[in-house]
């Protein structure tokens, strides 16, 4: 049974009744300041089901949850199909050719100029307008709940987080543990502590707090927020379409989307972990264009499985292009083997795409481990 709410003109009823559609101008948190936004266009906002815990659920029509007989196939597929995940995807020697791993270069970028530099899978260090935001960290050798079992890194992490530079600000998209790595949180905490300003979705706030950290916000859908001794820089969570969890009966319980960073004078976004839905031309329409995005392209096969929850490279470029973004690099690829696709297949599509779609392979890049780019 869905929750009744109520729209921003005073019309109740389900969420279903009224589509889910808000101009949420009056009901997120909206950050006064130098930004000209089109926050009178219609946006989704976040949905929740009425059960015992009030659990997040996907808005989107194009959402659905694989069942229980599709996870027994999934596995059946990752232990006797083509490619063994338990394995590195290829020998050393390839591994070291097609996916260099390379010294971070923290020269700061020019004054009006962004600078990115790809740390491995989601994480990403963008640093513009005297800042420097880090999404979702994860250093560990392992993306899993055990130090012993999981997916496991295939090319090693660039740096370590003591070698990281000034970080202002992280930003979480969700719980999966592909992103969200509590030893990578306690080192940060450690080394930079309250200098450091936590963004996370909407209950994932007191997990953080268990683990020490105490200057976090978390945010639902459209909220915006200014960033401590920078008030003409705002943090916006966006939607995606995904869902999140840390254990077996908490799938829900915390939200998940994407983020929105902006300065004076430039602006990034960061997709997170997405399917394609209609929410990324919501986000363009109000926030776009962006100087740099930050949008997945792999961990997508099989598509009968991960296509609502992971975009393909074609449905990469379709949010990089819904988003208006001028420049964007590609994440969520080449570290760890979760899904079934080669390895450089990611790569390989998304160069393809960029050929149909009139693009450049400098509007929608990919990065080695750890290289970084400058744009003026």
Request: aromatic share 12%.
């Amino acid at each position: 049974m869905e929750e009744t709410v109520g729209n921003h003109q005073g019309e109740t009823g389900t969420v279903s009744d009224i589509q889910n559609k808000m101009a949420t101008k009056e009901h997120a948190k909206i950050v006064e300041g130098p930004w000209n936004h089109r926050m009178d266009s219609e946006v989704t906002s976040s949905k929740v089901k009425r059960t015992v815990f009030k659990n997040f659920v996907n808005p989107w029509k194009s959402w659905t949850f694989p069942g229980l007989i599709d996870f027994i196939k999934l596995q059946r597929t990752f232990m006797f199909g083509e490619r063994n995940l338990m394995k590195k995807p290829a020998d050393q020697e390839e591994l070291d050719e097609n996916l260099p791993v390379v010294t971070p270069d923290w020269t700061s970028p020019p004054d009006d100029g962004i600078a990115v530099t790809w740390i491995g899978h989601a994480s990403v260090l963008a640093r513009f307008d005297g800042i420097s935001v880090l999404t979702d960290p994860v250093f560990s050798n392992r993306c899993s709940p055990f130090s012993f079992a999981g997916p496991k890194r295939y090319r090693p992490a660039p740096c370590t987080v003591q070698e990281l530079p000034h970080i202002d600000a992280v930003v979480i998209s969700h719980a999966h543990y592909d992103h969200l790595d509590k030893h990578t949180v306690v080192d940060l905490n450690r080394k930079y502590g309250s200098n450091l300003r936590w963004f996370v979705p909407k209950g994932l706030r007191k997990w953080f707090e268990s683990v020490g950290v105490t200057d976090v916000v978390e945010l639902n859908w459209w909220d915006e927020e200014v960033l401590p001794n920078h008030d003409n820089v705002k943090f916006v969570f966006t939607p995606t379409q995904h869902w999140s969890n840390r254990g077996l009966h908490d799938s829900g319980s915390h939200l998940w989307g994407s983020w929105c960073v902006f300065g004076p004078n430039r602006s990034f976004f960061f997709a997170g972990d997405t399917g394609y839905c209609e929410a990324f031309q919501e986000i363009g329409k109000r926030y776009g264009p962006f100087d740099l995005s930050a949008i997945p392209i792999g961990a997508y096969e099989p598509r009968w499985f991960m296509g609502p929850q992971h975009v393909n490279p074609e449905e990469a470029v379709k949010i990089h292009q819904d988003v208006e973004s001028k420049k964007t690099v590609g994440i969520h690829w080449g570290t760890f083997v979760l899904t079934t696709e080669h390895y450089m297949e990611p790569k390989t599509k998304l160069e393809e795409e960029l050929v149909k779609q009139g693009l450049s392979e400098e509007d929608f890049f990919t990065l080695k481990h750890g290289e970084t780019k400058y744009f003026s």
